[in-house]
Structures are given as structure tokens and as C-alpha cells.
């Protein structure tokens, strides 16, 4: 078993910056994939960004230049800056971790980000 906490989301004018923290504990060994999801009333889970391992990210092409994933692997941590924050930003946002495979993915309690005009 692997339990995310997570951290960092609050509210925000547009145009502004965030930093999310997820830190895994538990059962870490044979953690691989790490990531984030957010889900904004009435609309699909969206993948974010993701990051392996050895550090290799995707992004959605809507955040892909605004935000940044990353990860400590001694501290078994994954990070999400959120840069030039827009109202559409607004949501729950979730991290996850895979320990091994997506058969074995452990979610985070969600943190509400909210971004105003």
C-alpha cells in the first residue's frame, strides 16, 4: 500500500503561480510512474503531466509550456509548478503514483486550485 498527500493548492489571480507537493509513503519500493490528474466541475478526468523514474515527462498540450512536472526520488515527491495560471486551470487536482504498473496505482486526496479573472 502507498499513501499521497498532497499540498500546495489554493487560490490565485490569473497570471499567477502555484506549486503543488505530493509525497508518497508506504509500500515505496517498485514506485515507477508518477503524476497528477485534475477534474473541473462538469468535465473529464485530464492527465496533466506525468514523469518516470529517470525524470522522461508528458505534458497536456493545454499546460505544456506554462507548467512543470518533477520529482525527488529520495524524497519520494512529485512536484507540479503551475506558471501564467488561467481561470480554465480551475479544478481538483490529484497525483497518483505507480508502483510497478498502472494496475497498481495509489491516488492522492485532491487539492482545490482556483484560479480568478
Known amino acids: 500500500q502507498v499513501q499521497l498527500v498532497e499540498s500546495g493548492g489554493g487560490l490565485v489571480q490569473a497570471g499567477g503561480s502555484l506549486r503543488l507537493s505530493c509525497a508518497a509513503s508506504?509500500?515505496?519500493?517498485?514506485?515507477?510512474?508518477m503524476g497528477w490528474y485534475r477534474q473541473a466541475p462538469g468535465k473529464e478526468r485530464e492527465l496533466v503531466a506525468h514523469?518516470?523514474?529517470?525524470?522522461?515527462?508528458v505534458y497536456a498540450d493545454s499546460v505544456k509550456g506554462r507548467f512543470t512536472i518533477s520529482r525527488d526520488n529520495a524524497k519520494n515527491t512529485v512536484y507540479l509548478q503551475m506558471n501564467s495560471l488561467k481561470p480554465e486551470d480551475t479544478a481538483v487536482y490529484y497525483c497518483?503514483?505507480?508502483?510497478?504498473?498502472?494496475?497498481?496505482?495509489?491516488w492522492g486526496q485532491g487539492t482545490q486550485v482556483t484560479v480568478s479573472s
Open positions: 497518483y503514483a505507480d508502483r510497478f504498473t498502472r494496475s497498481s496505482r495509489y
Open positions: 508506504g509500500s515505496i519500493f517498485g514506485i515507477n510512474g
Open positions: 514523469v518516470t523514474w529517470g525524470a522522461s515527462t
